[in-house]
């Protein structure tokens, strides 16, 4: 089937000739005008000057005397207008978020011709609108008359909403708020046009309403210098552009082709053809087109359950059109599109096309917002908003900085000094950072300083980029490159660098000359939404190869083979509708455009889309959750059920299989055994309790851990975790009992020595070395002043509970003790522990151990139960501090040994007793020495277990263990 811009080529060199040059075309867009050229060299049998190509917003601008005014700079004026007429102290940082809202309002009235004058009237009797509004049709008055009926109910505000939507509660607030600013609206817009005509400039929606006003009143087009304007492909105009097409019509300066080859372009109870039936009547065409004959294409319905997986069933569906062919088609590859109604897809899609299709035109632009230099400059900004000020230097968030010396840019420029800042940052767990730490290179210099004035924002932007620009620019200096050879990576980049530069330049001259107050964040804020409104093109060669577009690219152009993704209702006809300070009612009243409006036109681009295509893959994502449905278009079910259209389905799965949990040991090769030979006795090594018990919990987590000595990465902490709570802790309670090393120790003395400001002291100190990891101490502050004073009452019960046990000597903290354990075989290991604290209460030696985690019961059921791995609560606290306590009594066996439990929890209860008990009748352990061979044999055989080759390190079968296990990802469980 011949394409619709063919015909056109063809009918008009068959008319015109040579003199075809003589006339303007005017499309949709530019791409159809490429193709439209494409088309008329093939038809033309001789050379021939060239039509002149024409988009619409081109033809409007050729007939005005007025250049395109700036988004933001507008955005300032309309600031400035708002604020002399509203006399509202609002600041700009919160105008921004619905002056955009108003720009777009404004466009669409001038766009659409709407009496910006009466649409703006605070309707106080609703007999007004009869009068006023009598050149309207009934249904717009009925619209108009249903809001401000319902708006203002006579005799009561009622509870209605801002826009006029009913409340179930209020005052009327809202309702008083959006009259306040309506009745301010005309003279704001009023005032706009007026300002912007000064300056020679105007909206885009400005520009078409003065254009359409004048050739309404039959001013002459001095400017045009075509015999003829031919409009081609055009579906949903504005009535400015109508007025244009009839002006034009009326002085015989115009032709109109419409492209409606499928009969579902005509068919009434179809939406595509709101527009285009209208159009045919009021805009014929000069010379008729050949008939066509519709036929369906073949369609293909694939789902898949998965947004990415839409874009990699690209490949199969490319390779299957390729049919085992080394290359394709240039001239079927220009005729194959890819078509992407989410285009963040676009990523994607690309990595999918295989290799052999050389060729691929990009329609879509790449988001400046999606570069690198965007990144960095985002990680950058929120540094700058999130920093701190301590004692006037600036302090920048942790988080924030590891995002800028990770960034690819900066590691690429100075590896060895970010890596080093980042080793440095995360040992010394420092949440912020201050300046003079972080300039360790001139790049860093230039990153790493205080920026807190607007008009030093920019400045400071400009010279990062600058200097990364030219950083960038020396490593591909020098080097000679072929014209066919592809564009690398480096030449991207400086082309990203350089549009941000661009952006950042325009926009502090904007700042500048608007003379309006912002804050930073407001700042930070433009900035994004510059880069999210700014593409950078792809360099190609449009009329070669694959094409990959978006819906509104593909407007006038065909193709014999589609392939379209995400045609999924929400996606394709898209949901959302921009938002409208007019409600809706008025909106349709004044004829302004809606979603079902919106509807009509997402409709024609399908169906005028699939029309002359010869096959057409149909993908779209099946998920449903949340927002997402995984519902197919409309246009399927309306294709199936309404034309009866024949569509294949398929669905594409990921095969899902029920596997066995892995099994994963080790064994006690040659390998691991010399490895374990390190905690013999003159090894180097020692065994803890707490390795132990890893051991009992689960065997595989001690090899990890002990024999190969993994470790966890070392990460920066904000929050003060279970761990370091505990560290903190045990800190304190040593500084407070040291002085007393070997003594006695009265009520008295512990009272004076916890006084307020030695506490605070000690805490600080504590943190510092343990959480900060400083030297520098400094007060703490929110969270971790609150952690502090949880200490602070821990200590203050601690030295309570002691009290009651004066006078008593304290002989040591975190005493370091070893000894070695022969096994079974005849080894000695060496066995190690670090006892929290020692002293002697009643003639006897106690072995304290500080816990800071839940509490649990003292007792247990026998020392066997302590060395059970397959028991869920095994009492491991009990056993370390079992272990403690026999390492301690086979060097000093001269008095009693008590192992004793502090759990600070505890401390509260009035019912404190950290004594331990043992068996059935809970004997309590007051003197170890009773059941210390039992604890021996019990650790040995334990120890056995251990070092026995034939005992491989297997997964533990406690599940609860693998809850909060480092290594779960490399065992599997």
Same mark, same amino acid.
């Given at each position: 089937?011949?394409?619709?811009?063919?015909?056109?080529?063809?009918?008009?060199?068959?008319? @015109?000739?040579?003199?075809?040059?003589?006339?303007?075309?005017?499309?949709?867009?530019?791409?159809?005008?490429?193709?439209?050229?494409?088309?008329?060299?093939?038809?033309?049998?001789?050379?021939?000057?060239?039509?002149?190509?024409?988009?619409?917003?081109?033809?409007?601008?050729?007939?005005?005397?007025?250049?395109?005014?700036?988004?933001?700079?507008?955005?300032?004026?309309?600031?400035?207008?708002?604020?002399?007429?509203?006399?509202?102290?609002?600041?700009?940082?919160?105008? +921004?978020?619905?002056?955009?809202?108003?720009?777009?309002?404004?466009?669409?009235?001038?766009?659409?011709?709407?009496?910006?004058?009466?649409?703006?009237?605070?309707?106080?009797? +609703?007999?007004?609108?009869?009068?006023?509004?009598?050149?309207?049709?009934?249904?717009?008055?009925?619209?108009?008359?249903?809001?401000?009926?319902?708006?203002?109910?006579?005799?009561?505000?009622?509870?209605?909403?801002?826009?006029?939507?009913?409340?179930?509660?209020?005052?009327?607030?809202?309702?008083?708020?959006?009259?306040?600013?309506?009745?301010?609206?005309?003279?704001?817009?009023?005032?706009?046009?007026?300002?912007?005509?000064?300056?020679?400039?105007?909206?885009?929606?400005?520009?078409?309403?003065?254009?359409?006003?004048?050739?309404?009143?039959?001013?002459?087009?001095?400017?045009?210098?075509?015999?003829?304007?031919?409009?081609?492909?055009?579906?949903?105009?504005?009535?400015?552009?109508?007025?244009?097409?009839?002006?034009?019509? /009326?002085?015989?300066?115009?032709?109109?082709?419409?492209?409606?080859?499928?009969?579902?372009?005509?068919?009434?109870?179809?939406?595509?053809?709101?527009?285009?039936?209208?159009?045919?009547?009021?805009?014929?065409?000069?010379?008729?087109?050949?008939?066509?004959?519709?036929?369906?294409?073949?369609?293909?319905?694939?789902?898949?359950?998965?947004?990415?997986?839409?874009?990699?069933?690209?490949?199969?569906?490319?390779?299957?059109?390729?049919?085992?062919?080394?290359?394709?088609?240039?001239?079927?590859?220009?005729?194959?599109?890819?078509?992407?109604?989410?285009?963040?897809?676009?990523?994607?899609?690309?990595?999918?096309?295989?290799?052999?299709?050389?060729?691929?035109?990009?329609?879509?632009?790449?988001?400046?917002?999606?570069?690198?230099?965007?990144?960095?400059?985002?990680?950058?900004?929120?540094?700058?908003?999130?920093?701190?000020?301590?004692?006037?230097?600036? @302090?920048?968030?942790?988080?924030?900085?590891?995002?800028?010396?990770?960034?690819?840019?900066?590691?690429?420029?100075?590896?060895?000094?970010?890596?080093?800042?980042?080793?440095?940052?995360?040992?010394?767990?420092? +949440?912020?950072?201050?300046?003079?730490?972080?300039?360790?290179?001139?790049?860093?210099?230039?990153?790493?300083?205080?920026?807190?004035?607007?008009?030093?924002?920019?400045?400071?932007?400009?010279?990062?980029?600058?200097?990364?620009?030219?950083?960038?620019?020396?490593?591909?200096?020098?080097?000679?490159?072929?014209?066919?050879?592809?564009?690398?990576?480096?030449?991207?980049?400086?082309?990203?660098?350089?549009?941000?530069?661009?952006?950042?330049?325009?926009?502090?001259?904007?700042?500048?000359?608007?003379?309006?107050?912002?804050?930073?964040?407001?700042?930070?804020?433009?900035?994004?939404?510059?880069?999210?409104?700014?593409?950078?093109?792809?360099?190609?060669?449009?009329?070669?190869?694959?094409?990959?577009?978006?819906?509104?690219?593909?407007?006038?152009?065909?193709?014999?083979?589609?392939?379209?993704?995400?045609?999924?209702?929400?996606?394709?006809?898209?949901?959302?509708?921009?938002?409208?300070?007019?409600?809706?009612?008025?909106?349709?009243?004044?004829?302004?455009?809606?979603?079902?409006?919106?509807?009509?036109?997402?409709?024609?681009?399908?169906?005028?889309?699939?029309? /002359?295509?010869?096959?057409?893959?149909?993908?779209?994502?099946?998920?449903?959750?949340?927002?997402?449905?995984?519902?197919?278009?409309?246009?399927?079910?309306?294709?199936?059920?309404?034309?009866?259209?024949?569509?294949?389905?398929?669905?594409?799965?990921?095969?899902?299989?029920?596997?066995?949990?892995?099994?994963?040991?080790?064994?006690?090769?040659?390998?691991?055994?010399?490895?374990?030979?390190?905690?013999?006795?003159?090894?180097?090594?020692?065994?803890?309790?707490?390795?132990?018990?890893?051991?009992?919990?689960?065997?595989?987590?001690?090899?990890?851990?002990?024999?190969?000595?993994?470790?966890?990465?070392?990460?920066?902490?904000?929050?003060?975790?279970?761990?370091?709570?505990?560290?903190?802790?045990?800190?304190?309670?040593?500084?407070?009992?040291?002085?007393?090393?070997?003594?006695?120790?009265?009520?008295?003395?512990?009272?004076?020595?916890?006084?307020?400001?030695?506490?605070?002291?000690?805490?600080?100190?504590?943190?510092?070395?343990?959480?900060?990891?400083?030297?520098?101490?400094?007060?703490?502050?929110?969270?971790?002043?609150?952690?502090?004073?949880?200490?602070?009452? @821990?200590?203050?019960?601690?030295?309570?509970?002691?009290?009651?046990?004066?006078?008593?000597?304290?002989?040591?903290?975190?005493?370091?003790?070893?000894?070695?354990?022969?096994?079974?075989?005849?080894?000695?290991?060496?066995?190690?522990?670090?006892?929290?604290?020692?002293?002697?209460?009643?003639?006897?030696?106690?072995?304290?151990?500080?816990?800071?985690?839940?509490?649990?019961?003292?007792?247990?059921?026998?020392?066997?139960?302590?060395?059970?791995?397959?028991?869920?609560?095994?009492?491991?606290?009990?056993?370390?501090?079992?272990?403690?306590?026999?390492?301690?009594?086979?060097?000093?066996?001269?008095?009693?040994?008590?192992?004793?439990?502090?759990?600070?929890?505890?401390?509260?209860?009035?019912?404190?007793?950290?004594?331990?008990?043992?068996?059935?009748?809970?004997?309590?352990?007051?003197?170890?020495?009773? @059941?210390?061979?039992?604890?021996?044999?019990?650790?040995?055989?334990?120890?056995?277990?251990?070092?026995?080759?034939?005992?491989?390190?297997?997964?533990?079968?406690?599940?609860?263990?693998?809850?909060?296990?480092?290594?779960?990802?490399?065992?599997?469980?």
């Amino acid at each position: 089937m011949t394409s619709f811009l063919q015909q056109i080529a063809a009918l008009f060199e068959q008319h @015109y000739g040579n003199m075809i040059h003589k006339l303007a075309f005017v499309f949709p867009n530019r791409r159809s005008g490429l193709f439209f050229r494409k088309y008329l060299s093939q038809h033309a049998k001789k050379p021939l000057f060239s039509p002149t190509i024409l988009t619409i917003n081109e033809l409007f601008l050729h007939l005005s005397d007025k250049q395109l005014a700036d988004r933001i700079r507008t955005l300032f004026l309309l600031y400035r207008i708002f604020i002399r007429h509203s006399r509202s102290d609002e600041h700009f940082d919160h105008f +921004i978020n619905w002056g955009e809202m108003i720009l777009n309002d404004f466009d669409d009235i001038d766009k659409y011709l709407v009496d910006a004058a009466h649409l703006f009237t605070n309707i106080k009797d +609703i007999h007004q609108i009869d009068v006023d509004f009598s050149y309207l049709q009934p249904e717009q008055i009925e619209a108009i008359r249903t809001f401000w009926s319902s708006f203002r109910p006579e005799g009561n505000i009622g509870n209605r909403g801002k826009y006029g939507i009913e409340e179930n509660h209020g005052t009327g607030e809202n309702r008083q708020h959006f009259l306040d600013i309506w009745q301010h609206l005309y003279a704001i817009y009023s005032d706009l046009r007026m300002e912007l005509t000064t300056g020679n400039c105007g909206y885009e929606g400005m520009i078409f309403r003065e254009v359409a006003e004048k050739v309404k009143q039959g001013a002459a087009l001095s400017t045009l210098a075509f015999d003829q304007i031919v409009f081609v492909g055009f579906n949903a105009i504005t009535p400015a552009e109508k007025e244009l097409m009839k002006g034009l019509q /009326r002085k015989g300066l115009a032709d109109f082709y419409w492209d409606c080859g499928s009969e579902c372009l005509l068919d009434e109870q179809n939406k595509a053809s709101h527009f285009i039936r209208e159009h045919l009547k009021m805009f014929p065409s000069a010379f008729p087109l050949p008939e066509e004959k519709p036929v369906w294409p073949e369609i293909e319905l694939i789902g898949i359950p998965s947004r990415i997986g839409q874009a990699k069933q690209v490949y199969p569906i490319l390779k299957e059109m390729l049919e085992g062919n080394t290359g394709f088609n240039p001239e079927d590859a220009l005729r194959t599109a890819i078509v992407l109604p989410d285009e963040q897809l676009l990523i994607p899609v690309l990595h999918a096309i295989p290799e052999e299709f050389s060729h691929i035109n990009v329609t879509l632009g790449f988001s400046l917002s999606g570069t690198p230099v965007a990144s960095l400059m985002e990680s950058i900004l929120n540094m700058q908003k999130k920093k701190r000020l301590i004692e006037g230097k600036a @302090y920048f968030y942790y988080k924030d900085v590891i995002s800028v010396l990770s960034h690819p840019y900066i590691t690429s420029v100075c590896p060895g000094e970010t890596a080093g800042l980042l080793k440095e940052i995360t040992h010394h767990n420092r +949440i912020f950072i201050s300046t003079p730490d972080l300039r360790k290179s001139p790049i860093l210099e230039l990153i790493f300083k205080q920026v807190t004035e607007i008009n030093r924002i920019t400045d400071y932007l400009i010279q990062i980029l600058m200097e990364l620009n030219r950083i960038i620019t020396s490593r591909h200096t020098g080097t000679e490159k072929d014209e066919n050879e592809p564009i690398s990576m480096g030449e991207m980049e400086q082309e990203f660098v350089y549009h941000y530069f661009t952006m950042a330049n325009r926009l502090k001259e904007m700042i500048r000359d608007s003379e309006i107050d912002m804050t930073v964040e407001t700042f930070f804020r433009l900035l994004k939404r510059l880069a999210d409104t700014i593409n950078i093109p792809f360099q190609g060669m449009p009329l070669s190869g694959i094409q990959i577009m978006g819906v509104l690219e593909t407007r006038v152009l065909d193709f014999h083979r589609l392939i379209i993704l995400s045609m999924n209702e929400g996606i394709f006809p898209a949901r959302s509708t921009a938002g409208s300070f007019i409600p809706f009612h008025l909106r349709r009243g004044f004829g302004l455009p809606d979603y079902e409006r919106q509807d009509s036109i997402w409709s024609y681009h399908f169906y005028r889309l699939i029309a /002359r295509a010869k096959k057409v893959s149909l993908v779209y994502d099946t998920r449903t959750g949340g927002l997402q449905t995984g519902e197919v278009s409309r246009f399927v079910r309306q294709l199936k059920y309404q034309y009866g259209v024949p569509v294949k389905e398929k669905m594409v799965v990921t095969p899902i299989s029920s596997a066995k949990p892995l099994t994963f040991q080790v064994e006690k090769n040659e390998e691991v055994m010399s490895k374990m030979k390190a905690y013999r006795t003159g090894g180097g090594k020692a065994l803890s309790a707490s390795t132990i018990n890893t051991y009992l919990d689960c065997p595989l987590r001690f090899y990890f851990s002990a024999i190969e000595e993994l470790k966890e990465e070392e990460e920066v902490l904000e929050g003060v975790e279970s761990r370091e709570f505990g560290t903190i802790f045990h800190r304190v309670a040593e500084w407070l009992y040291d002085p007393f090393c070997g003594k006695p120790v009265t009520g008295d003395l512990l009272k004076q020595r916890a006084s307020q400001t030695e506490l605070t002291r000690a805490i600080e100190h504590a943190f510092s070395e343990l959480f900060f990891r400083s030297k520098e101490v400094q007060p703490l502050s929110g969270r971790h002043y609150l952690i502090g004073e949880v200490i602070r009452k @821990y200590i203050e019960k601690l030295i309570e509970k002691d009290s009651l046990l004066t006078p008593f000597r304290y002989i040591r903290s975190e005493q370091k003790i070893q000894y070695p354990l022969r096994l079974s075989n005849g080894t000695e290991i060496q066995l190690k522990g670090f006892i929290d604290r020692l002293d002697e209460v009643d003639g006897a030696i106690r072995v304290v151990d500080y816990k800071t985690g839940s509490v649990i019961k003292l007792d247990v059921k026998s020392m066997e139960s302590l060395f059970d791995p397959t028991a869920e609560n095994r009492q491991s606290a009990i056993m370390q501090v079992f272990m403690y306590a026999y390492l301690f009594s086979r060097q000093d066996a001269s008095r009693p040994v008590r192992p004793t439990l502090y759990y600070v929890r505890d401390f509260f209860s009035a019912g404190f007793n950290p004594l331990l008990s043992i068996g059935k009748e809970k004997e309590p352990v007051s003197d170890f020495s009773i @059941y210390r061979n039992a604890f021996e044999d019990g650790l040995r055989s334990c120890l056995d277990r251990i070092f026995d080759p034939d005992i491989p390190f297997t997964q533990t079968s406690i599940s609860k263990v693998c809850g909060y296990c480092p290594f779960g990802c490399v065992c599997g469980r």
